[in-house]
């Protein structure tokens, strides 16, 4: 064994646990000194993100990585909490199961939002983290590496990621860029102040959006909301004018009736001099006489014609799943194979020594024999020797090669010590 | 490296923008990380390939360089593939190539149909001839980016009615872009058209006056389909600029382009296949030439014929 993980997601641990064990930058800096001095000579790599809190553990050559429970009890213990309490809900995995389950949490697959991109960040600063505070080491660099390189491959050979899964961000990205080219030049009005107004506000605004209006039945709502998002509020007797002058508008408003009648629109309608109008109409009920969707120029949006997308877009990631598993599964078994691989290097290190050695001396010999030989010749004579040493080694190097996909490859390399007398 | 130059022939690349209209299919059908490289890359081997091919042929024929109907077509089709693929490079998650590619080969296997022999010139016509061939010729490629904006805009807008996200790999630019571009495309078209026949006149009136021609051929069925065109497109820019203040208005401009790429399209074919007294030899009594593949729809009325054909009476 030597890597290791322990840790718990939103799968497994409660929220008010998971908020107690969870580790802000400077004290995961703090718990990565704790841990260098703890387990000298091990690497360490501690992910917290507010779903997650993971600790990876690797150690080279043949001392073992800290036991999954000195883990347990090394996470409790830097945040303070009974290691009773963490262990029946954190979870361990050694060698391929931990290299498989960092390359899906990098890759997204394990995220409470599938496929969702910022984790691939946040391993990133886990590693760099680590790099800073020296617990970072060979093993752990090729495996984090090797986690962002399958999360790349992730996101660009499937679309697990591609498509947005929250209502604002669908209504924006899908809907009104696909109506308006940009917004700064655009009007966009917000009728009431829902929950949803805020999140599509900063959607609107990250897009280009500067010209907004509030407008609410109370007029110091409607003034308080603006000042914050640094829009503008209007009197809602003024809703005719302002849908006149609207290219955009979001409503989401407490309101039991529509609050734009199809008798209302219609009036604005004549005055708005044929610009399309888009309606994000996030209320429920509707704010919007639904038969004003219908009109020329109007494209407008109920919530649930945007969670009807929102469902397609999740469903289309569930169907990606199976393809980014497999990713996942290829590259684990890439890395472990390598990582089995480079156990071997000592026995081929030595093997390809003595093989040098014993052909030096045979040169040596020879030429002191053939003391007529030009320099070129003897050049000739040592490279050919050379490439005799490559092709012999060859085989066994590909066997070794081969074996270390399916695990450490102890069997071969022993009957390599024993064959070429090579000590450990 | 010219021996390789003269060895590119057209085939070389149709077959690299028929790969790059195939990737750009696929995106329809499977995701692929790789893909987009090899669609840009076969695209621009055969823009490259394309430009080499009708500069080798502006350097090497004898007649004034790129003046044959054969030309004209693919020159036409450069254009449209030029257009193409910067779009797609630009703009990479809208399948521009699909709509594009398609008209880029029909050009080419409307050059493969037509004349390659140039269209005789003297000094005093080569400069209107290269005005009016010109006109027309930003006429046409207007009218095509046009159709395709208006095809684009249709698509989606029925994407936007029927609520849907759009589909992975088929991202259109947004209506307020294509709608802008469809209208100055028409606006452009009918000015380049209109450019484009008042020129012919002049060209027209130029040989007259030398004596090539004993009148003008008002009545020929290039010049009448040409002058329909014109007509057609202007009315067109007309209907679209009125048409740009009502809530429906994109809609009737998406349909107005594809109309008018209907009517260029007949247009062109009527000149592949229909008989014309446009561009053969002035003086030249007897029936008419035939058909066609001989003739170029927007091209220079011009005094002496390309080559003998059945039917011509010298």
């Known amino acids: 064994m030597t890597l290791a993980f322990v840790g718990g997601s939103h799968r497994t641990v409660p929220m008010e646990l998971r908020e107690r064990l969870a580790f802000s930058a400077e004290q995961a800096a703090v718990a990565l000194r704790r841990f260098r001095q703890r387990f000298p000579g091990r690497e360490g790599v501690l992910l917290s993100t507010c779903n997650r809190v993971e600790l990876y553990a690797a150690s080279e050559h043949d001392s073992e990585p800290p036991a999954p429970r000195q883990l347990v009890d090394f996470l409790a213990e830097c945040r303070g909490i009974d290691a009773a309490l963490l262990a029946p809900v954190l979870a361990g995995e050694n060698d391929q199961a931990a290299v498989h389950h960092l390359f899906s949490v990098a890759s997204g697959l394990d995220s409470m939002v599938l496929g969702e991109p910022q984790i691939v960040a946040q391993v990133k600063q886990a590693w ?61 009005l917000l009728v009431g102040a829902g929950k949803m107004a805020h999140e599509t506000l900063r959607y609107l605004r990250d897009a280009g959006a500067r ?19 640094g829009a503008r509020a209007a009197r809602f007797s003024d809703l005719l004018d302002e849908l006149v ?21 219609t009036g604005a309608e004549r005055r708005r001099g044929g610009r399309p109008l888009l309606v994000l109409d996030l209320a429920m009920p509707r704010d919007f006489d639904p038969r004003i969707g219908a009109r020329p120029g109007v494209w407008l949006y109920s919530i649930d014609d945007l969670g009807a997308a929102c469902d397609a877009n999740r469903k289309t990631r569930q169907r990606e799943m199976p393809g980014a598993l497999a990713i996942v599964e290829e590259e684990a078994q890439r890395f472990m194979g390598d990582l089995h691989h480079r156990s071997s290097a000592p026995v ?40 005799y040493a490559a092709k012999l080694l060859h085989s066994p190097l590909t066997s070794l090669r081969n074996e270390s996909h399916s695990g450490p490859p102890h069997g071969l390399l022993d009957a390599l010590r024993r064959l070429f007398d090579l000590k450990d | 490296m010219a021996e390789i130059v003269s060895r590119i022939s057209v085939v070389c690349f149709a077959a690299s923008y028929a790969v790059a209209l195939a ?116 006429a046409s490629v207007a009218v095509a980016f046009g159709a395709i904006a208006g095809m684009m805009w249709l698509i989606q807008a029925g994407r936007l009615a029927r609520k849907q996200a759009p589909a992975q790999g088929f991202r259109m630019p947004s209506l307020e872009k294509l709608a802008r571009f469809t209208g100055r495309s028409a606006t452009i078209a009918a000015w380049a058209a209109a450019a484009g026949f008042a020129s012919g006149i002049v060209l027209n009136a130029v040989n007259r006056q030398q004596g090539l021609l004993e009148s003008i051929p008002w009545n020929d069925p290039v010049i009448l389909r040409m002058g329909a065109l014109v007509a057609w497109l202007v009315t067109a820019a007309l209907l679209e600029r009125a048409a740009s203040r009502r809530p429906d208005g994109p809609r009737t401009i998406a349909l107005l382009s594809l109309v008018s790429l209907g009517v260029l399209t007949l247009s062109i074919l009527w000149g592949l296949f229909g008989a014309s007294r446009h561009g053969v030899p002035p003086r030249q009594t007897g029936p008419l030439p035939m058909p066609a593949a001989e003739q170029v729809m927007l091209t220079v009325a011009l005094p002496t014929a390309p080559a003998p054909r059945p039917g011509v009476i010298r």
């Open chain 1, 128 to 188: 760099a983290l680590a790099q800073e505070e020296q617990t970072a080491g060979p093993l752990t660099g090729g495996m984090f590496q090797a986690a962002l390189r399958t999360a790349k491959r992730v996101a660009t050979e499937t679309a697990i990621g591609r498509e947005r899964l929250s209502i604002p961000s669908i209504a924006v990205a899908d809907f009104a860029r696909g109506v308006f080219e940009r917004f700064d030049d655009k009007r966009v």
């Open chain 1, 211 to 229: 010209d907004i209006v509030i407008v609410n039945r109370s007029m110091a709502r409607a003034e308080d909301l603006a000042t914050r998002l």
């Open chain 2, 23 to 138: 990737c750009e299919g696929s995106r329809l059908l499977f995701r692929s990380g790789i893909r987009g490289a090899v669609m840009v890359g076969f695209a621009a081997a055969g823009v490259l390939a394309h430009t080499l091919f009708l500069g080798w042929r502006a350097a090497n024929e004898p007649a004034v360089p790129l003046s044959s109907a054969y030309d004209w077509y693919l020159l036409a089709a450069w254009l449209l593939a030029c257009g193409s693929l910067w779009l797609t490079v630009a703009n990479p998650r809208t399948p521009t190539g699909l709509f594009m590619l398609p008209l880029v080969l029909s050009l080419i296997g409307a050059a493969e149909m037509s004349s390659r022999a140039p269209f005789p010139q003297s000094p005093a016509t080569q400069v209107w001839g290269a005005i009016h061939g010109s006109f027309n010729l930003a």
């Open chain 1, 245 to 265: 002058r609207a290219d955009l508008v979001v409503s989401t408003t407490g309101a039991t009736e529509p609050v734009v009648t199809l008798d209302l629109f």
């Open chain 1, 348 to 387: 081929i290190e030595q093997l390809r020594a003595g093989w040098t050695e014993t052909g030096e001396s045979e040169l040596d010999r020879l030429f002191r024999r053939l003391p007529g030989l030009d320099d070129t010749a003897r050049a000739e004579i040592r490279q050919s020797f050379q490439r």
